[in-house]
């Protein structure tokens, strides 16, 4: 079993930044796919970005490539979320998520494949 907790939502400007976080409670952290999505009221579950256990492998959303950045750090069992030049569209809970890859290289663009939810961070980009 992988618990996922989010960190790092808040309000911000238009234009600032924030960095969320997800902590995995798990000793399999090397093997899990993580991704972070978000979901606005009304909306599709959105995938924002992916990348594979190895680390090698990352996908983005076109409306966040060149301002976000997913990373992930084995020593400290989390996977990060850089967000620059925030705009009022990035506005909503954002949720990361994992499955338990057989490849170092796996991502997955599909909410159902993930087994693992965070319950989610608020994100707010309002002046």
């Known amino acids: 079993q992988v618990q996922l907790q989010e960190s790092g939502g808040g309000l911000v400007e238009p234009g600032g930044s924030l960095r969320l976080s997800c902590l995995a409670s798990s000793r399999t952290f090397n093997m899990l796919t993580l991704s972070w999505f978000r979901q606005a009221p009304g909306k599709d579950r959105e995938l924002v970005a992916c990348?594979?256990?190895?680390?090698?492998?990352?996908y983005y959303h076109g409306s966040v490539k060149g301002r976000f950045t997913i990373s992930r750090d084995k020593d400290k069992n989390t996977a990060f979320l850089q967000m620059n030049s925030l705009g009022p569209e990035d506005t909503t809970v954002y949720y990361c998520?994992?499955?338990?890859?057989?490849?170092?290289?796996?991502?997955?663009?599909?909410?159902?494949?993930?087994?693992?939810w965070g319950p989610g961070t608020q994100v707010t980009v309002s002046s």
């Open positions: 990348i594979s256990p190895n680390g090698g492998v990352t």
């Open positions: 998520a994992a499955y338990a890859a057989s490849e170092g290289g796996s991502i997955s663009l599909a909410a159902d494949r993930y087994d693992y």
